[in-house]
């Protein structure tokens, strides 16, 4: 390890400016939160030991050696930022469709990608910023750069986590966060338990939204996201009700003291309002972006009844998706 090191050149770095930026600058207590993980992908052995070697044990670094081990690990425990290392042979193809698959999936939409790239793989790096990454890191690697520009890209995703937890505002659509519907909900739910009251949700989905994605850019996507959310939060009008962006793609549109009847009159209106947007997407069925909605009427019955009531309306969900998409299937 020692001569790892010394072709480093990290012992003239100083093992506690490292230390700082591993700790984000702070002096860690005893109860030091749980490290940052990072997934780190295609990695060479001399990489992987620069990453190893900086960052000593304070980062949960996961290595993926191909796509398909990445794309699996960041399903199974989201990372917090992912490092992709672009061999000097490697496929621009494989490179960029990894970064839009992170960029759709919802386990790490939000997560910082920095590239690693020597100076032959600079275009594939450059188109890869504009489609998502948030950064380029040239090879061979300084470890005093790494860390500093890791931690960065880490303090501003800890900033926007924290943000939007606290606002209750999701920094992509402007309608409310996943955190603040399921407090909504629960609230709802037991207050229809106590009142003997029906609640309704609908699951709103975009219809082959992955492939938009893919064509135009997340930033494009993005876009559509937000005016889809403002035309869907202007038809849910009652103070009780609320619409939030739920995974990915989709939205969810809690409808509190509303029965069955009441709710398919809501859905509708959405679904017209999204074909009355037009917006456009030449490649999906009438040339428009649409949506697909699962509606679930239940009155609670116990205080741990709402999953399986949000798992109707994902049921009823993927009912519309298989009759043809661009409508609403109910349950029960």
Same mark, same amino acid.
């Given at each position: ?18 230390? *700082? ?21 295609? *990695? ?60 759709? *999936? ?41 860390? *500093? ?184």
């Amino acid at each position: 390890m020692c001569e790892v090191r010394s072709s480093l050149g990290l012992e003239s770095l100083g093992v506690a400016v490292l230390d *700082a930026f591993s700790y984000g600058g702070q002096v860690q207590s005893m109860n030091m939160p749980m490290p940052d993980k990072l997934l780190l992908i295609n *990695a060479s052995i001399a990489n992987r030991a620069v990453f190893k070697i900086t960052f000593k044990g304070r980062r949960d670094i996961q290595a993926a050696s191909d796509a398909g081990e990445a794309m699996r690990f960041a399903d199974r425990t989201p990372p917090d930022l992912i490092a992709l290392d672009i061999g000097d042979d490697q496929d621009a193809g494989i490179v960029h469709g990894m970064i839009k698959h992170f960029r759709n *999936a919802p386990t790490t939409r939000n997560t910082p990608i920095v590239l690693l790239a020597g100076a032959a793989q600079e275009p594939v790096a450059i188109r890869g910023l504009a489609l998502g990454a948030v950064d380029f890191i040239s090879k061979p690697l300084s470890p005093l750069v790494l860390a *500093a520009r890791v931690q960065r890209h880490l303090d501003l995703k800890h900033e926007r986590d924290n943000l939007a937890h606290h606002s209750g505002v999701d920094q992509v659509s402007g309608v409310a966060s996943l955190s603040h519907f399921d407090a909504h909900a629960d609230r709802e739910w037991r207050r229809a338990l106590r009142h003997h009251t029906k609640v309704s949700v609908a699951v709103i989905d975009v219809d082959n939204f992955r492939a938009y994605n893919d064509l135009h850019g997340y930033v494009a996507g993005d876009e559509v996201l937000r005016q889809l959310a403002g035309a869907l939060a202007d038809e849910i009008r009652r103070p009780s009700d609320l619409l939030a962006r739920y995974h990915g793609d989709q939205f969810v549109a809690l409808l509190p003291d509303t029965d069955g009847t009441g709710a398919g009159h809501v859905a509708d209106r959405l679904l017209d309002r999204v074909r009355d947007l037009r917006l456009p997407y030449a490649d999906n069925d009438g040339g428009h972006v649409t949506v697909s909605i699962g509606l679930a009427t239940l009155e609670p019955n116990s205080r741990d009844g709402l999953p399986e009531f949000l798992s109707l309306a994902a049921d009823a969900l993927g009912s519309a998706k298989q009759s043809g998409r661009n409508q609403l299937k109910t349950l029960p």
